[in-house]
């Protein structure tokens, strides 16, 4: 489901980005070109008036009537020829070709052996006043314009009164589509790249979500199974019961003594989930003031006593003065949790310690036995709701509890570890660090999130 949803976004995110990529060369494009073709324009504007402004002589040469003309060119100074060369270096300079011609008739042009004699009458004929036309000559691309020369000029083949500009658009064009394929080229790679990273980011992004919903199932699953256990049971003593009307109450004492006790289990289950679903919706309130956590820990020993001594197990407390700001009340629930997985957890004969003291910015309590410990690949998950060190669930209880001590002890801005061997060298040592300050505001648990991002108005 989530790479489908990765797949997804990278494609979207993908088509976004490659049609801004292709818009953004578009305009590129559009405004190189619209450049291109406007300096042309103006070239061949510029070369026009210059022949509508210019002498004869300054046009092409050829036109004189100074019969002391000689073949080098004027006395003195540049002859025709110079000005020839001159002419075809500018034109040759600007991709400009002069072709003149009387009516349909081509007599010269210039650069001389530019142009075929059917491409410059072909020239001639196709070519417009005033605006420059797009024709293409020998396959090269032109643009043409016919410019009426003030007056009749004379050059070696005839007389001429008009000329035809050609820009040669060889160069311009191929640097148009030379242009064109780098965008291309660019915006798909890019478009390609972006695929590629949108890829790794959507999936990195989506890892936290796909987590959670992990979790969430996990921790469906897990509730079904501890609320199905003790429903089966009292299914099963309850068909009993029908199964011996006759019998008193006396009688079926065991059934329900059975009863009570897995009604007893299931009550706890559901107020365990019940808390952790408020924790997560960040409803819990607390009633924060200075605590004594050495008079707490005292009072928490007092409540199991009795427990331990049926057992035959020693408690006692270790405590110390120590003060911390904290609810007593969820703090006691805390220590209850970790004495009842100590007592349950810790051989007859064994000892379970509860100490008090303080440390620096704040204070440790700490709960200690002589138990079977926890095995240490098991250590990181212990905190892990419905997660038991025994797969086989034959143990007492359902997991929650150590997850409920850590939601306590992060609502008070402290932190939980367990350490197995503890202390004592054996068993398990669960610590915990309070601050003597109020704690800041807790975000909303990770369930709560998911459930607003994802179930807006039915999370349920």
């Not at 890019?190 to 992004?205: D, E, I, M, P, T």
């Not at 019998?247 to 289990?265: P, Q």
């Not at 009340?329 to 004495?339: H, N, P, Q, T, V």
Request: charged share 25%.
């Amino acid at each position: 489901m989530f790479r489908k949803t990765a797949l997804r976004l990278v494609l979207l995110y993908t088509a976004v980005f490659a049609g801004v990529l292709l818009s953004f060369s578009a305009v590129v494009y559009a405004f190189t070109h619209h450049r291109v073709r406007a300096d042309e324009v103006a070239t061949m504007n510029a070369a026009a008036a210059n022949l509508r402004a210019c002498r004869d002589e300054q046009i092409l040469p050829g036109d004189h009537d100074d019969d002391s003309l000689r073949p080098g060119g004027h006395p003195g100074g540049p002859g025709p020829g110079d000005r020839l060369l001159a002419e075809a270096d500018e034109t040759r300079a600007e991709h400009l070709v002069y072709v003149l011609a009387a009516g349909a008739r081509v007599v010269s042009q210039t650069p001389a052996g530019s142009l075929t004699t059917a491409e410059a009458e072909k020239a001639v004929a196709d070519a417009s006043g005033d605006s420059p036309r797009a024709l293409t000559l020998g396959g090269v691309p032109y643009l043409a314009m016919k410019v009426t020369l003030p007056r009749a000029v004379r050059v070696a083949g005839g007389s001429a009164d008009t000329a035809v500009i050609l820009y040669n658009r060889a160069v311009d064009a191929a640097f148009l589509r030379e242009l064109l394929a780098v965008l291309t080229v660019s915006a798909a790679s890019f478009a390609l790249l972006s695929a590629g990273v949108g890829f790794v980011l959507a999936s990195r992004a989506l890892r936290p979500i796909r987590k959670s919903f992990e979790d969430e199932r996990r921790f469906v699953a897990n509730a079904s199974h501890e609320l199905r256990t003790p429903l089966s049971v009292m299914r099963l003593q309850i068909d009993r019961m029908f199964r011996h009307p006759a019998e008193t109450i006396f009688d079926m004492s065991e059934v329900v003594a059975s009863l009570a006790r897995e009604t007893d289990r299931l009550q706890r289950l559901v107020n365990d989930l019940l808390t952790l679903a408020k924790a997560d919706e960040g409803r819990v309130a607390f009633s924060m003031r200075a605590v004594d956590l050495a008079a707490l820990a005292r009072e928490a020993v007092d409540r199991f006593a009795p427990v331990a001594e049926e057992r035959g197990i020693e408690l006692r407390a270790m405590a110390t003065a120590a003060r911390a700001v904290a609810d007593p009340d969820r703090l006691l629930e805390l220590l209850s949790i970790l004495l009842d997985n100590a007592l349950a957890f810790t051989p007859r004969g064994g000892l379970v310690e509860v100490a008090a003291h303080p440390a620096e910015g704040g204070a440790v309590l700490a709960v200690r036995d002589t138990g079977q410990g926890i095995p240490r690949e098991h250590l990181p998950r212990v905190f892990d709701r419905f997660y038991q060190v025994d797969p086989s669930r034959s143990t007492r209880g359902a997991g929650l509890g150590l997850s409920i001590a850590k939601w306590i002890a992060e609502a008070h801005g402290g932190t939980i570890r367990v350490m197995s061997p503890g202390s004592f060298g054996v068993g398990t040592e669960v610590e915990v660090v309070l601050p003597n300050r109020p704690p800041k505001a807790r975000p909303l648990g990770r369930f709560a999130r998911l459930r607003r991002l994802c179930y807006k108005k039915n999370s349920s």
